[in-house]
């Protein structure tokens, strides 16, 4: 999980032709026309459909007037043309829509959540995920259940990616530390490993207490990623999903929004110390 996501990649590509087309000032056919190809083409490349080839992309940036920009595109381009999806092994563990997720996590310098409902992914224990798959997706066979609890194990890998993993954040609505599994002892065993993940400099945990009432996350879990300086002028992704699909918002504007009320919700949470203190509580009146 260490190589950049070609999938990830390549989407990064296509936007920034976009707007660098667009802030060019330029229209499809006006560029195809220039490029010598159809329209679709070009409609193909921005989509992440196709990638660019070298010639190509020197033509297109040179016309936006981003030539300066041709050798960090090529070394995008052909990372993406050469790579692999990490999650390859567990092909059919997610839905489709899911994939680009996974490459967005294991590209990320900064994940932040908000979680009212259950321990987010990257805290679970395997017996905890366990038990959200398995209630979640009452139909889904022993095999597969196994093997969404696998990939959710493997993009824990994060915390210890190279060559430095990125800063992880969660809101936990205060609610998620009552909220039983199949029984305590797999509550007790999540929360406890939850503290050890506290201790890490990298990972920060704020609890939302009750008490905080009706707030700004009232329309349920999301995560924002902000990615590294190879993404240039990456405003960052929100992800939300429901039982049918996942949306993913990426202009600036609606990024904007989402760290607004995370930023909301981290105001009206428990500073760090009282945070850990409240989860510390609970594992005790679990193991009491």
Known sequence: ?????????????????RRLRESAGFKRDEVAKR????????????VARNLPKVPELELLLSFYGAADRIPAFTELVEAARNGHDWWLPFAGAVPPWFDLFLGL??????????????????????????????????????????????????RQDVFT?????PLVSCVLDESVLH???????????QLSHLLKLDDLPTVTIRVLPLSAGVHAGVSGTFVLL??????????????????IRGSYYDTIE??????????????LSYSVEDSRAA?????????G
């Not at 999980?1 to 032709?17: F, I, Q």
């Not at 196994?146 to 194990?153: D, F, H, S």
């Not at 929004?257 to 105001?267: G, P, S, V």
Request: proline share 8%; charged share 30%; hydrophobic share 35%.
């Open 161 to 165: 990616r190279e060559p430095e993993p």
């Open 35 to 46: 490029a010598g190809c159809v329209t679709s083409h070009i409609t193909h490349l921005e």
């Open 226 to 243: 902000t990615f590294p300086a190879m993404f240039e002028n990456h405003p960052g992704v929100a992800y939300t999903e429901d039982r």
């Open 105 to 154: 996590e294991s590209c990320a310098e900064r994940i932040d959540s908000f979680n009212p409902l259950v321990i987010p992914t990257l805290f679970q224990t395997p017996e905890y995920a366990e038990d959200v798959v398995r209630t979640g997706e009452p139909d889904l066979s022993p095999s597969e259940v196994a093997q969404r609890v696998e990939l959710r194990m493997a």
């Open 254 to 267: 609606d990024v904007a929004r989402w760290r607004a009320t995370l930023d909301r919700l981290q105001d």
């Open 279 to 287: 989860v510390q509580k609970r594992v005790e009146e679990l193991t």
């Open 1 to 17: 999980m260490d190589a950049p996501s070609p999938t990830v990649l390549k989407r990064y590509v296509g936007l920034e032709l």
């Open 179 to 189: 909220r039983r599994a199949v029984d305590d002892v797999v509550l007790a065993e």
